[in-house]
């Protein structure tokens, strides 16, 4: 009996250990804090300013968390870099003509100094009673008093002199430094003007879990920060990761999909994140909102189902070895994923090529991308390469899996083999989907395998017959009918005496009607490497949970 009360007391103890031990295992991850670029959100021709609007703002500083020290009623704000404007009916546009503007990066900084914001606005007010332009500068905890937006240094020291019975004693002209941001009203009076490397925050005045500020047509949870490269203003949401990951899992896949394929989604997403917090760190924030790392959408983009996916996964990390996975992915693998080395360089134990029959059936299942020899060289010189008028485009060496490792291209004046993602970067990623294709001339020669005289296999009799693409005559149930497209959609098997090769629709009305341009006949969408997305879709379709679905695509890989 006291063997018995002994062992449930341990069992609960250990229930209750590894209960706290899970929780705080969760609570460390997402509720980390990561910094995310918006760079989708501004227009390129309009870099430079951007407006902002919520239910009013608290502005603040990061010291191991948000310390605000301002809260402004404002529903609508607008941040801007520092630069030359021209004021037009109350709209400031960036221009580079400085005898056309209207305001300037040009100031006066006073010896006025305070310790609060509020200290200080009450000097600013006194000084705009006089007429005097003036505005708070924050600098490393201290809130300063600067004057104007001068277009030239001299007409900013003749200011400075007629003022300097109300500025002070002493006085500097500060000049354009492309690192100044400010924060603006709707009427173009500034609230305050920072250097990108103070980090001055933004929150919402309700700072509720389902509070968001908006910026031009998004919306995002938590923390706004701003950073500038040049002219070009940068906005930074500091968002939690799991608030993070409810805006990814939505543009990375479809919300309509199986739960256990967004569950799937939420952890590499997650892994993703964690391992890749520091891509951009020498630009002032960890991640950016497009395909280069993420696609983040913001609140706008969350769903009822994504969220719950994320909410399900808390804490849940796929690991190798006791190491983050870098849990790579991609739309669909064509049949096969691909081992890492076969695309990238580096080996990797837990990113194997595994049979991906459950990709099969997807969109760009199968693709063709139609280019002309001009355009294939037009392409070389946008990628530094230039090998005079294309001559000829081969396949050197594929994969296990039939992807491309080397694409000679030769030319009039040399050539050039390109090796494993350049052979699809340098044609465009969304033109060549994948390296998993095939090369052929419009003429009907396959680079890779065909020769123009190709020999027709008989099934019937298993005879060969020695034919060219443009007198051929193939036996169907209605008689013996020429080669065309709506005849070859059936496929139709030929070699060269060595190599025999089936002529798909798609493959075959490339050869037909491409006019002498190379065809790229290709499987799949992506690099090919780790979790397939539709696959993840049809094994969810099929009862798998999202643990099975990784560790089938991370080979050898645990989700704790």
């Known amino acids: 009996m006291k063997r018995s009360i002994l062992l449930t007391i ?71 870099v520092d630069s030359y404007y021209i004021d037009t009916y109350g709209n400031l546009l960036k221009t580079n003509d400085i005898y056309k503007a209207t305001y300037g990066p040009i100031h ?46 001299n007409i900013a020291y003749e200011e400075a002199i007629k003022y300097s019975d109300y500025l002070g004693g002493k006085n500097e ?27 001055i925050y933004l929150s919402s005045l309700n700072a509720s879990d389902e509070s968001v500020i908006n910026i031009e047509n998004n919306s995002y949870r938590d923390y706004i920060t701003f950073s500038r490269t040049g002219d070009e203003l940068i906005i930074i949401n500091t968002v939690k990761i799991k ?16 739960l256990e394929a967004l569950k799937a989604q939420a952890v590499a997403a997650r892994n993703y994140a964690l391992i890749n917090s520091n891509k951009h760190s020498n630009e002032g924030y960890d991640l950016c909102d497009t395909s280069h ?37 991609h739309s669909s ?35 063709q991308f139609i280019i002309s020899d001009e355009e294939i060289r037009t392409k070389l010189i946008e990628n530094g390469l230039d090998v005079g008028h294309i001559t000829d485009v081969s396949v050197l060496s594929t994969s296990e899996s039939g992807r491309v490792i080397e694409l000679m291209i030769r030319g009039t004046m040399g050539s050039q083999v390109l090796k494993k993602e350049k052979v699809r970067q340098v044609f465009g990623a969304n033109n060549i989907k994948s390296t998993l294709y095939e090369v052929y001339f419009g003429d009907g020669k396959n680079s890779s395998s065909l020769t123009q005289e190709i020999y027709v296999y008989n099934t019937n009799n298993g005879s060969i017959e ?16 020429s080669l065309n497209t709506n005849l070859l959609s059936k496929g139709v098997t030929i070699t060269d005496g060595t190599v025999r090769t089936e002529l798909t629709d798609k493959k075959v009305q490339g050869l037909l009607n491409s006019d002498g341009k190379f065809v790229f006949s290709g499987k799949g969408w992506g690099h090919g490497v780790g979790m397939s997305q539709w696959g993840a879709k049809k094994m969810a ?10 560790e089938y695509y991370y080979t050898g890989a645990k989700v704790k």
Do not use: H
């Open 333 to 367: 693998s064509g049949g096969y994923t691909e081992d890492s080395e076969n695309v990238w360089s580096n080996k990797v134990p837990y990113l194997r090529g595994v049979d991906d029959s459950f990709s099969l059936g997807s969109p760009y299942d199968s693709w």
């Open 541 to 550: 379709e099929l009862g798998y949970s999202y643990e099975e679905i990784l």
């Open 173 to 199: 002209i500060e000049n354009n430094n492309k690192n100044r941001i400010m924060l603006t009203d709707e009427y173009n009076e500034i609230l305050l003007m920072f250097d990108k490397n103070q980090g």
């Open 293 to 329: 790392c993420q696609v983040y959408g913001g609140y706008k983009s969350e769903t009822i189902m994504t969220n719950r996916a994320v909410n399900e996964t808390l804490g849940r990390i796929l690991m190798y070895n006791n190491e983050l996975v870098e849990a790579y992915y």
């Open 466 to 481: 020695k034919q060219s693409l443009d007198n051929v005559n193939i036996l169907s149930s209605d008689g013996a009918k």
């Open 243 to 258: 608030n993070y990951l409810y805006g990814v899992v939505p543009k990375e896949t479809y919300p309509s999909w199986p």
């Open 108 to 153: 006066i900084k006073t010896d006025k100094a305070f310790s609060s914001y509020e200290e200080a606005l009450y000097e600013v007010k006194y000084l705009r009673d006089l007429n005097i332009d003036a505005f708070i500068y924050y600098n490393q905890d201290i809130f300063e008093i600067w004057v104007g937006q001068y277009l030239d240094e």
């Open 10 to 80: 341990l069992a609960l103890f250990l229930t209750f250990t590894l209960s706290e031990q899970v929780l705080a295992y969760e609570n460390t991850y997402d509720d980390e804090y990561v910094r995310i670029a918006l760079k989708s959100v501004l227009k390129s021709e309009l870099n430079y300013v951007s407006s902002l609007s919520s239910d009013g703002f608290q502005l603040g500083t990061w010291d191991k968390g948000f310390s605000p020290f301002l809260e402004v009623n404002n529903r609508k704000l607008f941040t801007r």
